[in-house]
């Protein structure tokens, strides 16, 4: 049983220490810059402009179900019907746009980017890179890294906006709060620093997606099989730590 | 010119590769026949640096090779083209970027030149008007020869070829072979050729080392191998019943 849980603990270390080697790698200085400037525009597209649809859909439905959910659990007079627009705001701001479209992002970037490499070093392409004398790691991270930390706060921005939005045509619709009430609510004690707390833990989190899913998608051994466990471990374990920093995040944020 | 010296490579404490000691020959068509298992792709892969060997030297020309650093290898890899036994073309770009890749990298050339590069790497390899089409549209055949383009791009010293003909039908095999041959002499390159293919070992065997269990059990050309006192050697390329009625006939 202890030499298991021995083994277990080599095995995690390494792979930590797998981890920041790889991102080494990934840093240092590039082969030409303008290769990578052009990758990088090539992800901000594949990465971030064709993630914008499955966040606004999310984030409005997000939003309407808060609205519905905030107007049915405060029924009682006491409570004045611009708190549900409030809560709308707020929901959206300190946590769905950032923690949720985190998640949905590791589902659907994290596991196209550990696909696509791993599938790239199960058929030699990052072998024939490196036979090149290109830095593999950093010709096929970086862009990807640097095209999330930039596009990921957009779609952050875009999440918040478009869930209020989603939640007052819902709560409008359903009649549970006047279109006057709800505008008044997300106006209401209204505290900037929220977006830049949710931007803030925006930005970690795409590094998180990416860096974790490049390297299960990295060091990929064996074949297809091995490339869909890659891309599955790479959602897992992104989701995980992205749970996990959230409440660090917000307890060095917030507190 | 290529130096092994008592090269060492295991993976988990088994060894594969025990003790090989060769030289590659500049201008030659150097080949490493085995079994498949016996450790062929593996020594490729040790000593183009792919693969971290245990003990034991990789010398090209006069560099140590396997004790250099990151900057000292990318100087040495510059110098090589490497035909994987699946391409290994880039899925996401057309021929003619795939061929281009190595000269965007490394080269200052204007988009003009590398273009011009390209087009004669691809007229060398016989790929015509097929600039604008990705790995999936292609047969296997041409796949490979887009992957010699890509290999030659950068006039490399040395070529490194893993199971050129895997997958390929005989007609179109001894056509890569030729070509690989060819380019050799054309370039004066050292070149190793992976294959278990006995087609290949005739056709272009002018130093043929055989591996079998990760040990070199013998050392030849093409004119030594049919008359061989290895006894591995001899069930490996006597292995299909036509070459054995060959070889009873001759005797």
Redesign the interface.
């Known amino acids: 049983m202890r030499v298991l849980k021995y083994r277990r603990m080599i095995k995690f270390l390494t792979q930590f220490g797998r981890y920041f080697l790889l991102l080494k790698k990934v840093f240092s200085k590039p082969?030409?810059p303008v290769?990578y400037y052009k990758q990088t525009l090539r992800e901000l597209v594949y990465l971030g402009l064709n993630s914008i649809g499955i966040i606004a859909i999310i984030s409005f439905f997000m939003g309407a179900v808060i609205t519905l959910q905030t107007a049915y659990n405060t029924e009682n007079p006491i409570y004045p019907k611009y708190l549900i627009g409030l809560g709308c705001r707020d929901s959206m701001i300190l946590e769905f746009s950032s923690t949720i479209a985190a998640l949905i992002l590791a589902g659907k970037v994290g596991s196209n980017i550990a696909s696509e490499i791993g599938?790239?070093r199960v058929?030699?392409?990052i072998?024939?890179m490196?036979?090149?004398?290109?830095?593999s790691a950093s010709y096929l991270i970086l862009p990807k890294m640097i095209a999330t930390l930039l596009f990921n706060p957009i779609l952050t921005l875009i999440a918040i906006i478009i869930g209020i939005f989603g939640g007052w045509i819902a709560g409008t619709l359903a009649g549970v709060i006047t279109s006057e009430n709800f505008i008044y609510g997300i106006q209401y004690a209204f505290i900037p620093y929220y977006i830049v707390y949710s931007l803030i833990k925006t930005v970690f989190f795409a590094f998180i997606i990416t860096s974790v899913s490049a390297f299960q998608g990295y060091y990929v051994d064996g074949g297809s099989l091995e490339v869909g466990r890659a891309s599955t471990k790479a959602v897992v374990y992104s989701s995980v730590l992205i749970l996990l920093f959230n409440v660090i995040l917000t307890q060095i944020l917030l507190s | 010119m290529i130096r092994v010296i008592k090269l060492n490579k295991s993976f988990n404490g088994k060894a594969v590769l025990e003790n090989i000691s060769v030289i590659f020959e500049t201008g030659k068509t150097n080949l490493i026949i085995g079994r498949s298992g016996s450790g062929k792709t593996v020594l490729l892969?040790s000593i183009?640096g792919?693969h971290e060997i245990d003990s034991g030297e990789v010398w090209y020309e006069d560099t140590l090779f396997n004790k250099l650093d990151?900057a000292g290898?990318?100087?040495i890899?510059?110098e090589?083209?490497?035909l994987?036994?699946?391409s290994?073309?880039?899925?996401s770009l057309t021929v003619e970027q795939n061929v281009r890749?190595?000269l965007?990298?490394?080269t200052d050339s204007s988009l003009e030149e590398k273009i011009e590069r390209v087009n004669f790497c691809l007229n060398r390899v016989d790929i015509i008007n097929a600039n604008n089409l990705f790995p999936s549209e292609l047969s296997g055949g041409m796949k490979k020869r887009v992957a010699i383009a890509r290999a030659i791009a950068l006039n490399p010293k040395y070529l490194?070829c893993d199971e050129p003909n895997s997958g390929l039908d005989p007609i179109t095999a001894i056509l890569i072979d030729a070509l690989i041959k060819e380019l050799t002499e054309e370039y004066s390159m050292t070149t190793i050729v992976n294959t278990h293919d006995m087609n290949s070992v005739m056709e272009i065997g002018e130093k043929i080392i055989f591996i079998s269990d990760g040990v070199k059990c013998w050392e030849g050309n093409k004119n030594d191998i049919l008359n061989s006192d290895c006894g591995t050697l001899n069930d490996f390329v006597f292995a299909n019943s036509l070459a054995k009625k060959l070889r009873t006939v001759s005797k």
Do not use: C, H, W, Y
């Not at chain 2, 290994?88 to 899925?91: H, I, R």
């Open positions: 082969e030409k290769l599938t790239m058929t030699e392409q072998d024939a490196e036979i090149m004398g290109v830095n | 892969k183009v792919l990151f290898k990318k100087k890899r510059s090589m083209g490497m994987f036994q699946g290994a073309l880039f899925d890749f190595p965007d990298m490394f490194f």
